[in-house]
T-cell receptor, first 115, second 111 residues
Framework: EPEVTQTPSHQVTQMGQEVILRCVPI?????FYWYRQILGQKVEFLVS????????KSEIFDDQFSVERPDGSNFTLKIRSTKLEDSAMYFC?????????????FGQGTRLTVV | DAKTTQPNSMESNEEEPVHLPCNHS???????IHWYRQLPSQGPEYVIH???SNVNNRMASLAIAEDRKSSTLILHRATLRDAAVYYC????????????FGKGTKLSVKP
């Protein structure tokens, strides 16, 4: 069964450092997303990406965040200068689109710990 | 997207049916009802979705009230692996937009 793959599974970084979280969405999917979940809290939407550009973003997704799909397969989330409050699980998701909008596939997540 | 209301937690015994309720009194005519679940330490996982008619798939059944203001996710025989947080989410038909997760219902399954 196809799956969304995220690396690394766990990342520890120092406050102020840049981190890049990587995702490989399912190959024939067209829509890509990043969500985050702070420990014990709700899953929160960060950003959606379609046709090589951001289609929607939340208030959380400020200038410190950026996304890229550099090579047609990887989908990355960069946090430029991490803060303690960025510590969370980050989930990548993809959606096939074109009549298959009902099922989003999520990766296993990257646990980001900012110290 | 319209709001949903779910109980914070529910308990079930293994191999018994589980009925997880969801209220969505402000649902619009084009909103689909989606259910996702999140197993411990994993990403959310699609379970089922529907518009007006009841739906069945290999994972669960979805019963939708006639006025569509509520729905029930039915797990026919709960297993220990079904212990998870279950989210009821409304989504505009044909939308590729983001999912808005609430707090969901934490289902515990007792052996």
């Amino acid at each position: 069964e196809p799956e969304v793959t995220q690396t690394p599974s766990h990342q520890v970084t120092q406050m102020g450092q840049e981190v890049i979280l990587r995702c490989v969405p399912i190959s024939n999917h067209l829509y890509f997303y990043w969500y985050r979940q702070i420990l014990g809290q709700k899953v929160e939407f960060l950003v959606s990406f379609y046709n090589n550009e951001i289609s929607e973003k939340s208030e959380i997704f400020d200038d410190q965040f950026s996304v890229e799909r550099p090579d047609g397969s990887n989908f990355t989330l960069k946090i430029r200068s991490t803060k303690l409050e960025d510590s969370a699980m980050y989930f990548c998701a993809s959606l096939r689109g074109a009549g298959y909008e009902y099922e989003a596939f999520f990766g296993q997540g990257t646990r980001l710990t900012v110290v | 997207d319209a709001k949903t209301t779910q109980p914070n937690s529910m308990e079930s015994n293994e191999e018994e049916p589980v009925h997880l309720p969801c209220n969505h009194s402000t649902i619009s005519g084009t909103d689909y009802i989606h259910w996702y679940r999140q197993l411990p330490s994993q990403g959310p996982e699609y379970v089922i979705h529907g518009l007006t008619s009841n739906v069945n798939n290999r994972m669960a059944s979805l019963a939708i009230a006639e006025d569509r203001k509520s729905s029930t996710l039915i797990l026919h025989r709960a297993t220990l692996r079904d212990a998870a947080v279950y989210y009821c989410i409304l989504r505009h038909g044909g939308s590729q937009g983001n999912l808005i997760f609430g707090k969901g219902t934490k289902l515990s399954v007792k052996p």
